[in-house]
């Protein structure tokens, strides 16, 4: 993976861009550095805009360990609750909502735009597309990124659509400069426990002393296939797995009745990882479609992105207890 650069002078890419075929608010790089996350609010986005105010608040509660999912620009839901599991870690009064004070708890000198060049890894391992049908998924030797851009949206925990609005006229080949935000590096940390609360939709690690490491947005469950209730723990990890489609064990997809072996791959059924919980079947998982968290129900397990499993992934091990609860915020309990 290339490293960070230095930032290019930002006025050479100050280049309007287009959301669903409209014209959209020109976005540069400079306007995300100098936002004021204090005028969240206050200024109008048109539809499907990212807000560079928002950009630069969900990039600020990623690197404080309070993860918004997909970093996009847009309000809604998941940032709300990154706001109050931030509020939560700090001992904060809990109520999602960005007030002087969080935001100066929050707010520093430091870009979250930063410049990076393609490199010829990043362009190496790509599928031209990735089926619906599990069938057809089966057949393919990998299910990886389709594109470069996929790639680095993912690496940077941001939407596509904010990765080309950064970067309109990027080919995104190897040796190009692009803009990307910097989340900050994965937090570290020994989990003892975990919340996967359900009613707010987010999954709370906690440290032996009970502080809370970290918060994530998560899709836990569905009406149809609902998640474990009680208490289980940890049983193991696997990175970049395969996936063992049984319709008899657990859901049907499409037509197919056989069971499945489906190839690893971030888009991959269950993403890039796969925290295994002693209850049978159920564990904690990334996603292929990382801007459905928490949007779409998933089949009874835990969904995160890809990046924040594999966080939660790296600071847990075998025996960690895994709670099903039902709070109404992210309070620590």
Known sequence: MSSMKTALPMSLLALAFSVGGAAARELRPEDINTASIASIGTEKSGPGDPDPAIVRLQVLLDRAGSSPGVIDGLSGENVDKAVAGFEAMNNLPVDGRLDPEVASRLEGNAPVVESYVVSAEDAAGLVDKIPEDYGEKAKMQSLGYTSVAEKLSERFHMGIDLVHALNPASQFAPGDTVWVVNPGPPREGKVKRIEADRKTGQVLAYAADGSLLAVYPATIGSEDNPAPSGKH?????ARMPVYRYDPKRNFKQGKNNKVLTIPKGPN???????????????????TPEPKLIDKVGSHGCVRLTNWDAEELAAMVKPGVMVDFVNRSSATPK
């Open 233 to 237: 723990k940890v049983k193991g990890v």
């Open 268 to 286: 991959g059924p269950v993403g890039t990882v796969w925290i295994d919980l002693t209850e049978p079947t159920y564990g904690i998982h990334g």
